[in-house]
T-cell receptor, first 114, second 107 residues
Framework: DTEVTQTPKHLVMGMTNKKSLKCEQH?????MYWYKQKAKKPPELMFV???????INESVPSRFSPECPNSSLLNLHLHALQPEDSALYLC?????????????FGPGTRLTVL | GQNIDQPTEMTATEGAIVQINCTYQ??????LFWYQQHAGEAPTFLSY????GLEEKGRFSSFLSRSKGYSYLLLKELQMKDSASYLC????????FGKGTRLHILP
């Protein structure tokens, strides 16, 4: 299984809503990432979890709150977002066994904030 | 800090060969990735170089020179489906992407 799954595929939320993005991998990877990608721009790193601990926070506003409940799951909790936060949110994982040199991306969640 | 440079856009003809260059400056280096990304989709892993030299994988090859801070992605026998953005990404304690090169394939 070389797959990273993300739910939901699409999300529309208001600025006062609270929602969560979910990411799951069963490749035994020990590093998991959240990226944000705006149209025609490269992915921008937001957070890195290594062995279920937050190792990198790229100065992301507190309205984005990551969580790693276990080695297979990664969540991104959203609260009081702004319209400029509308983007494609990508989860990725690396590390472990023969796939150490690869980074696998999930299909992303396309978020629209109204 | 890190700095990654790639051409913004390139155009090539179906059946031809194209080379996409990536130059970088970084204080730490643990490898360099190449990804393909079609519009509206997630990036797809193409290659990972950690040692100098050429890695070949089918129609795609990737080259790395650590001393020169230089890599390239070589695409052979171009097909229309190769029209996409190609992203170079550096790995030290995290993975940082270049701005990407949009490749247009003409029939």
């Amino acid at each position: 299984d070389t797959e990273v799954t993300q739910t939901p595929k699409h999300l529309v939320m208001g600025m006062t809503n609270k929602k969560s993005l979910k990411c799951e991998q069963h490749m035994g990877h020990r590093a998991m990432y959240w990226y944000k990608q705006k149209a025609k721009k490269p992915p921008e790193l937001m957070f890195v979890y290594s062995y279920e601990k937050l190792s990198i926070n790229e100065s992301v506003p507190s309205r984005f709150s990551p969580e790693c409940p276990n080695s297979s799951l990664l969540n991104l909790h959203l609260h009081a977002l702004q319209p400029e936060d509308s983007a494609l949110y990508l989860c990725a994982s690396t590390g472990g066994g023969s796939s150490y040199n690869e980074q696998f991306f999930g299909p992303g969640t396309r978020l629209t904030v109204l | 800090g890190q700095n990654i440079d790639q051409p913004t856009e390139m155009t090539a003809t179906e059946g031809a060969i194209v080379q996409i260059n990536c130059t970088y400056q970084t204080s730490g280096f643990n490898g360099l990735f190449w990804y393909q990304q079609h519009a509206g989709e997630a990036p797809t892993f193409l290659s990972y170089n950690v040692l100098d030299g050429l890695e070949e994988k089918g129609r795609f090859s990737s080259f790395l020179s650590r001393s020169k801070g230089y890599s390239y992605l070589l695409l052979k026998e171009l097909q229309m489906k190769d029209s996409a953005s190609y992203l170079c990404a550096l790995r030290d304690d995290k993975i940082i992407f270049g701005k990407g090169t949009r490749l247009h394939i003409l029939p």
